[in-house]
Nanobody, 123 residues
Framework: QVQLVESGGGLVQAGGSLRLSCAAS????????MGWFRQAPGKEREFVAG????????YYTDSVKARFTISRDNAKNTVYLQMNSLKPEDTAVYYC????????????????WGQGTQVTVSS
């Protein structure tokens, strides 16, 4: 069982940066791939980025490549999403998830979810 708690969301102007954190409970964090999803109002949840259990393999959806960076600290049971050059279209609730495959871009392949943190980017 893994419990996930996101933090770090907020309101930022376009072009700004935010860093999201996701703290995990449980001793098996380092065995799970971790991912970030987002859901904008009226839209389906979208896979944003993923990292393998070791952190050596990363995946990004095209719309965030070169702007977002996913990383993890297994000693701290935490995964991060550094978001730079934010755009209004990045506005969404961001969720972290734990599962077996770091590149799985659909929700059903992820086992555990956080409650989400709101990111709002103003123009």
């Amino acid at each position: 069982q893994v419990q996930l708690v996101e933090s770090g969301g907020g309101l930022v102007q376009a072009g700004g940066s935010l860093r999201l954190s996701c703290a995990a409970s449980g001793r098996t964090f380092s065995t799970y791939a971790m991912g970030w999803f987002r859901q904008a109002p009226g839209k389906e949840r979208e896979f944003v980025a993923g990292t393998s259990a070791s952190g050596s393999n990363l995946y990004y959806t095209d719309s965030v490549k070169a702007r977002f960076t996913i990383s993890r600290d297994n000693a701290k049971n935490t995964v991060y999403l550094q978001m730079n050059s934010l755009k209004p279209e990045d506005t969404a609730v961001y969720y972290c998830a734990a599962g077996p495959l770091f590149y799985a871009n659909y929700e059903s392949r992820w086992d555990y979810w956080g409650q989400g943190t709101q990111v709002t980017v103003s123009s």
